[in-house]
């Protein structure tokens, strides 16, 4: 692994959590509009599933990240550029966080247990609350919209780093595209 690609693990975290996160998000916004029903809860146990994990491997990714720090940026990128990677990632780790967190937040406040995989049941963190259940429901909503927004944006840099700029950027979190070329060239 270079010193311009982030490393296995970090590599292997960011996919593993995006594609938990991009599985969370629609799940969330369907099951929400089904009428009561045993599918319908089944869905809520596996969104719950998907935001215990997510929650779990955000953890392990902030502390990986806070003990290796990731590979610099081009230096040919614009100053206005590495804000905005800045500022996304500033808000991407947060959110990783506490939009699961909200969420378990509110299954307590509404009185529905949280029991991850089935198997085991977590401590409810708050006490049944209907007022603060209301409350949550519409922060696990603004931060799911949040995040929403904030990954429209990461996706869109990656992939004018990929498709457009061809200037290495996407190649650090998929070195697979670096295979086959020589040090100079560029992804």
């Not at 804000?83 to 990783?96: F, I, K």
Request: proline share 7%; glycine share 6%; hydrophobic share 55%.
């Amino acid at each position: 692994m270079s010193a311009s690609t982030y490393t296995r693990t970090a590599i292997g975290l960011h996919w593993l959590m995006a594609a938990l996160i991009l599985t969370a998000l629609p799940l969330g916004l369907y099951m929400t509009e089904l009428p009561l029903s045993p599918h319908k809860l089944k869905l809520y146990a596996w969104h719950k599933w998907l935001g215990i994990t997510i929650l779990g491997l955000a953890c392990l990714r902030v502390a990986w990240r806070l003990t290796h720090r990731p590979p610099p940026l081009p230096a040919s990128l614009p100053a206005w550029q590495r804000r905005a990677a800045a500022v996304s990632h500033a808000l991407l780790y947060p959110l990783m966080l506490a939009v699961p967190l909200s969420g378990w937040l509110m299954s307590s406040a509404k009185g529905f247990p949280t029991v991850y995989l089935g198997l085991w049941q977590l401590p409810d963190l708050v006490a049944k609350d209907t007022l603060l259940a209301e409350r949550l429901v519409e922060l696990h909503f603004g931060l799911n919209a949040l995040l929403l927004a904030v990954l429209v944006a990461h996706v869109g840099a990656a992939l004018k780093h990929a498709l457009i700029d061809r200037d290495g950027v996407f190649a650090r979190m998929w070195p697979a595209l670096r295979r086959g070329r020589k040090s100079g060239d560029t992804v």
